[in-house]
Every structure is written in C-alpha cells, then in structure tokens.
C-alpha cells in the first residue's frame, strides 16, 4: 500500500490547482479506482493463474491455455492504466513548481537590480503558460483513458467465461480450462469500465469548461490582466516567500 499512498499524495497535489471538474475526477481515480484496485482487486486476481485449472497433464499446456485465455493479466493491465492516467497531472504539478520557483527567482533578480517589472505581463504570461499546460495534461488524460477502454473491452470484453476451450500445441488434443469465480471476476470487470467511462465524461466536461473559459470575449481588454492574474493563482501554485 505505499506505493499507492505516494501515488495518491501526487494526485492531492493536482487537487489544489483543478477545477471543480477536475477535482471530482480526481475523486473518482482515488476511490473507485486505487482504493478499490488496492483493497477488492487484488485479492480478486491475485490466484487467476493457480486456480485456473485444465482436464490434462500435459506439461506446458496449462500455461499455454491461461495466455490464450488472457494476453495480459486484468490486474495489471488496470495497474498500467493508473499510472498511464496519473503521469499527465503529475507533470502538471511538477511543470508548474518549476515555474513557480522560476518567477521568484526572476523577481528577486529583477528588485536586486533596481528595475522591479509590473505584475501584468507576467501573470499573463504565466496564465497563458499554465492554461496550455493543463489544457494538455487533460487531453493526453482523456486520449489515455479512450484508448484503455478500448484495449479493455477488445481483450476482455465485459464477461469473464467460466470456461475455455483450448487447442494447438503443446496441448495433444482440444481441452477443457476452467476459471476461478468467474461471476465475480465479471462484476468487477463491469464495474472497472463503468468507472473508465465516468472518468471520460469528466475528462470531457472537464476540457470542455477549460475551453470555455478560454475563449477570446469582445470588450474584456480593459481587465485581461486582473483575470490573468485569477488564472494564475487557481492553476499554479504561489512562489515561495523570499529568504529574510
């Protein structure tokens, strides 16, 4: 489990910089997705391959037949799937530290030299910057996330057979393979890519709202730097305190 509590102390960290949207995504990936996966998943999976039994005795063939049956384990597949998902955010949080610590560092330069800039250009710069960025860590989220329902449902499908027939070498002859708790293998499978869709939906609102935001609007000349500013603030982190 510590693992997944560092996982989940990164995404905490995103949690302060997203909006609404982006926080109840960030609710759903802890709880339906890395509490469930730590705690229910595990135990569900874990003895696929020991339990998954065949009617001969035939050496190799009962591991033969289990690749067959599944290319790839569905526990790490969905291990894979979280990290793939939890990569985009996590940069985010590390891209906008760095930026963070860099404006500090220029505004101290800038005071030491006599010469301090005003805020304007900066926090839009600094928003323009943040908003792209995040913009992108939502889409490559969202691109991540279609692709591993899609690799989900074309490997697994939505219903895990208590039976498998399996042919071809080193088997001698067609053989009857069984898995263990098929029926709630299945609800846990349903229930997985259920969660994947509702994490698309946000992912898509969640752009969406970006987007919207986003958008030039006419007569907004006048307060562009004071929204600039709000942007900022809600996406990245503030600099650090100077030194005394």
């Not at 985009?88 to 301090?116: D, N, T, W």
């Amino acid at each position: 489990m510590g693992e997944w509590a560092f996982l989940g102390s990164l995404l905490d960290a995103v949690q302060l910089q997203s909006p609404l949207v982006g926080r109840l995504w960030l609710v759903v990936m802890l709880i339906f997705r890395i509490l469930v996966l730590a705690t229910v998943g595990g135990a569900v999976f874990e003895d696929e391959q020991e339990e998954f039994v065949c009617n001969t005795l035939q050496p190799g063939c009962r591991q033969t037949c289990y690749d067959r049956a599944f290319p790839v384990s569905h526990y790490r597949f969905w291990l894979f799937h979280i990290l793939l998902l939890s990569a985009p955010p996590v940069l985010f949080v590390i891209y906008s530290m760095h930026q963070a610590s860099k404006e500090a560092g220029g505004a101290e330069a800038a005071c030491a030299r006599g010469r301090p800039e005003g805020p304007c250009a900066s926090c839009a710069l600094r928003a323009r910057r943040a908003r792209r960025c995040y913009l992108l860590s939502v889409a490559l989220r969202l691109a991540a996330e279609l692709a591993f329902l899609s690799g989900q449902a074309l490997l697994y499908g939505f219903r895990v057979a208590p039976h498998f027939a399996c042919t071809g070498l080193p088997c001698p002859h067609t053989v009857d393979c069984f898995v263990s708790r098929p029926t709630e293998k299945t609800v846990f499978v349903v229930f997985y890519f259920a969660v994947g869709l509702l994490s698309a939906l946000l992912s898509v609102a969640e752009l969406g709202h970006l987007l919207w935001k986003s958008r030039p609007r006419t007569g907004e000349r006048d307060n562009r730097c004071s929204r600039a500013h709000e942007e900022a603030q809600k996406l990245l982190p503030p600099p650090p305190p100077p030194p005394p």
